[in-house]
């Protein structure tokens, strides 16, 4: 079975700072795909970023980037010069192949503060 | 940019009654899914639907509820004779293909609220 677990519950920071949202997963299977996605205030779920197990290369896209890590089994999200618009709720979720038609298993969430 | 629309927003119904959630996935989408998040909890899968037939669900996705394609741009899922628990936001993803790193594109959810 999966899991993901983003252990930061919440975080709140002030407007330029930079801040990283830690995800942690578990799966058996070599082969797999992380995501992040974002739910501001208004509810619905935003797709950002995704990942192969294949590629650890990290990446900077714009004022995102993301760590890949295999050996901790770890993939965090970084915002770098936060703006009040970042708040929101950010989900870590892991799709892999094992037997599933890939569907995606979320973690619990982090609320981004963004404050002024 | 395409995207997934729901409707209702907002379904309030009374506990027993039967309630249907529509969505229209975007339109060259082949893969359909129905996730649930429970007020301040993780979202949920329940069901993904491809080439009209359920092709897995989940252990919530139960009797009670079930998912249609009835023409070629709707996607529904009815829950019959609802219960308190069922109050969550139920929301519907498409993905062009099946392939784990297709991107599931979600709508903005229908918060179902049941007295």
């Known amino acids: 079975a999966q899991k993901v677990t983003q252990a930061q519950t919440e975080i709140s920071v002030v407007e330029k700072e930079d801040v990283t949202l830690d995800c942690v997963y578990e799966?058996?299977?070599?082969?797999?795909?992380l995501f992040w996605y974002k739910q501001p205030p208004s509810g619905e779920l935003v797709f950002l970023i995704r990942?192969?197990?294949?590629?650890?290369q990290n990446e900077i896209s714009g004022r995102y980037s993301w760590n890949f890590q295999k050996s901790t089994s770890s993939f965090n999200f970084t915002i770098t010069a936060s703006q009040v618009v970042d708040s929101a709720v950010y989900f870590c979720?892991?799709?892999?192949?094992?037997?599933?038609?890939?569907?995606?298993?979320f973690g619990k969430g982090t609320l981004l503060t963004v404050n002024p | 940019e395409p995207e997934v629309t729901q409707t209702p927003s907002h379904q309030v119904t009374q506990m027993g009654q039967e309630v249907i959630l529509r969505c229209v996935p975007i339109?060259?989408?082949?893969?359909f899914y129905w996730y649930r998040q429970i007020l301040g909890q993780k979202v949920e899968f329940l069901v993904s639907?491809?080439?009209?037939?359920?092709?897995?669900k989940s252990e919530i996705f139960d009797d009670q509820f079930s998912v249609e394609r009835p023409d070629g741009s709707n996607f529904t899922l009815k829950i019959r004779s609802t219960k308190l628990e069922d109050s969550a936001m139920y929301f519907c993803?498409?993905?062009?293909?099946?392939?784990?790193?297709?991107?599931?594109?979600f709508g903005d959810g229908t918060r179902l609220s049941i007295l």
């Open positions: 979720a892991l799709i892999n192949s094992g037997g599933s038609n890939y569907k995606l298993t």
């Open positions: 799966t058996r299977d070599t082969t797999y795909y």
């Open positions: 339109s060259n989408h082949l893969y």
């Open positions: 639907f491809y080439n009209n037939e359920i092709s897995e």
């Open positions: 993803a498409s993905s062009r293909q099946g392939a784990m790193g297709q991107p599931q594109h």
């Open positions: 990942r192969n197990s294949f590629d650890e």
